[in-house]
């Protein structure tokens, strides 16, 4: 028996590759099916089975895709509703891989449909339990994504969860695996750990939902109180994995190298915004104007979602040389399909063909702290991380939130933005940009760099 976890660090999510004798299984694929059908390929197995734990919010699966190449079913939990051909497993309902077996165990709280996978090993024990966006290390999941079911409240989803938690996992033996959909840094929860594996012993005894430290009536309350609101592009994700969506194949098959000419004709249609995904750096130095700027070497594709939020505009890239499929292909990752194509020669081409580009003032984080109590400071970190430590005066905005609260900066100001590191502070001058903001300074290095400037002074 061989278990594989595959995780993107950019999306914090876990699929998982299974193979016993001959037969194999993945558990909640992401859209590029080439990197299970390689490992089909390379076990000499057959894929056996798909297997889905709920219908994914915050990325489009490749369920659909992998089926369509491998002729392997998909399988869902009970309750769940699809619009393509699937298996709809009864709770407690049992699938042959090899010599192993995988044991449904219907798990709803997170969403109605949520599933947790028992995997019992060739001699019948209970090895590890695939747990979906259920359990979590030190968290579970959140309780309001469930799409389209006005009938259940967070509160009533939470204590669903809270009970799934207590009959179908708490009962499992201490050394039974854990293996979760995700980890630290996805919106799916509010405090996972970094780690993304563990034993439930080790899980009973600090995960709150398992150690006993809490009511039901306590676990419903942490889990609705200070719920940050979901990303507008998670409903549209569910409906993709529930209804069907374009092969990736295809999107990549359709990209297309545009000259400065047919980029500046494209920019004129509704809808349609310029995407610049290279270092913030690069950005800050030149880049079209009005464009936004969520670089590749960050977690690129969430932000994609929470910043440009409908699923169906219409995307101009700016790409550093041979990072266009990469950028399509993390598009694609959370339902951002229609790329238009990319400027060819990339910002080079722009500048040679005379058009007008703009930059982002920066200063270095041991100039800024020489006049940190007399500026304007604008800090895009999370709540979790500003209530750690922060500048005295700075005003607080979670990146997310930017838009949003835009009315609370004035742009007759100059306005020195940090995040932690660098990444999320350009994405915000970017927007602020785009807003009308003209006195906008980013703090090199960010946070971490202001304070290590700080210390050593």
Known sequence: MKIEQIYTGCLFQASYFIESNGESAVIDPLRESNVYLNKVKKTKSKLKYIFETHFHADFVSGHITLSKFSGAPIVFGPKAKTNFQSIIAEDLQEFKVGDITIKVLHTPGHTIES??????????????????????????????????????????????LFDSIQAKISVLPDDVIVYPAHGAGSACGKNMMKETFDSLGNQKKINYALNGSCTRDDFIKILTTDLLEAPSYFPQNVMMNKNGYEDLDNLLESKKALTVDEFMSFMNLNNTIVLDTR??????????????????????????GEILKDTNINILLIVDQDKEIEAI???????????????????????????????????SPLDFIEIKDEVYTLDVRKKSETSLSSLKNSIKIPLSNLESKIDLLDNNDSIYIHCAGGYRSMIAASLLKRNGFNRIIDINRGFSGIQKCLINS
């Open 115 to 160: 599933t947790t996978y028992l995997l019992i090993d060739n001699k019948g024990r209970n090895h590890c339990i695939f747990t979906g966006d259920t359990l979590f290390l030190g968290d579970v999941g959140r309780p309001d994504l469930a799409q389209n079911n006005s009938d259940y409240t967070p509160e009533m989803q939470a204590g669903m």
């Open 279 to 304: 270092s913030s750096a690069d950005f800050s130095n030149g880049h079209i104007p009005n464009s936004y700027f969520i670089g590749l070497n960050g977690s690129f594709a969430p932000w994609v």
């Open 329 to 363: 292909t993390r598009l694609s990752r959370v339902g951002f399909d229609n790329c238009l194509g990319y400027l060819d020669g990339g910002l080079s081409s722009w500048k040679k063909s005379g058009n007008k580009i703009e930059t982002i003032n920066n200063i």
